[in-house]
């Protein structure tokens, strides 16, 4: 029976102390860079009772600009004007309806139901008198801190 050699002990041990000395570098380098579970992270509001974008992922939970998602709410007849965005925006509408005008045609939205925004669109919507509540997302993400200056920001709750 032969024995090893000496060069490939030496060798082994000299991966075995390499991966012990990394062990610390390679865990720390295993933590997610994103939040696995989050209420979200804050309020956007136009006033008290106004329209409000709960922000749910953004890149201070996900990590990355790869997408971004809201709930939006949009209180009893109200109106956002024309407007466009840089990213691609889907609704998804949970309740209430909302007119979706994309491009100077009008699409009502149901619960249920998604509407879609292309970048270079323009959009309006226009919530009826029981108001509306949906999922915003938008791909990719940029549209959370463009629209922020916008609004009055608080952070998220327990209760939210």
Known sequence: MRTPSLRVTGFGLLAALLAAALAPLAAENDEPSYAAATRGTRWL???PGGLAIKVLVERAN?????????EITFPPNSRIGDHPHGSVEMFYVLEGRLEH?????????????????????????????????????????????????GFRIRPVGDHD
């Open 101 to 149: 005008v994309v491009n100077g045609r009008s699409h009502v939205l149901e619960k249920g139901m998604v509407g879609i925004v292309r970048p270079g669109d323009r959009v309006q919507h226009n919530a009826g008198p029981e108001g509306c509540k949906a999922l915003v997302v938008w791909a990719p993400g940029g549209e959370v801190a463009r629209l922020a200056p």
């Open 45 to 47: 509001e136009t006033r």
């Open 62 to 70: 996900l990590g990355g600009d790869e997408v971004e998602l809201g």
